[in-house]
């Protein structure tokens, strides 16, 4: 069965999957709606920043703070789904940065185990994945 997947630098990803964050942004419009495979790309070093505002570190926190203590924030890794439900500008979540488009996301999925060492891609692609129970 073939998936579209997202390539999302983390920690976003998984902000993502544990259904924290709400709203990926984009420079870039899609018109699709559906289940898609979140993809943490892969990182030089396994190393990431993060400029978050205060509601956002608020919502944030703990999430990233038990992965990355604990060593488990995923790299280069299929690590959930979540649901595009629509594609707007102006949202009014705390992750919406202005002036970009805003993909909406609803019904996140957090993998128990990670589909591992998958080189991620540019805009929405194709993955073939033969267990479909997650989606």
């Not at 924290?20 to 920043?49: M, P, Q, V, Y």
């Not at 789904?81 to 500008?89: A, G, K, L, N, W």
């Not at 996140?108 to 991620?120: D, Q, T």
């Amino acid at each position: 069965m073939r998936v579209k997947v997202l390539t999302v630098k983390q920690p976003w990803a998984s902000l993502i999957v544990h259904g924290i964050k709400d709203i990926e942004n984009r420079s870039w419009r899609t018109n699709f709606r559906g289940r898609i495979l979140i993809h943490a790309s892969g990182s030089h070093g396994r190393k990431f920043s993060v400029d978050l505002t205060d509601a956002q570190t608020k919502a944030a926190f703990a999430t990233i703070a038990k992965e990355t203590m604990f060593g488990n924030m995923p790299f280069g890794s299929i690590i959930g789904s979540v649901e595009i439900v629509d594609c707007v500008q102006n949202h009014p979540s705390i992750w919406a940065d202005n002036g970009v488009y805003h993909w909406v996301l609803a019904n996140p999925i957090l993998f128990e185990k990670p589909i591992e060492n998958v080189k991620g891609k540019l805009g929405l692609w194709n993955y073939d994945w033969e267990e479909v129970v997650c989606l």
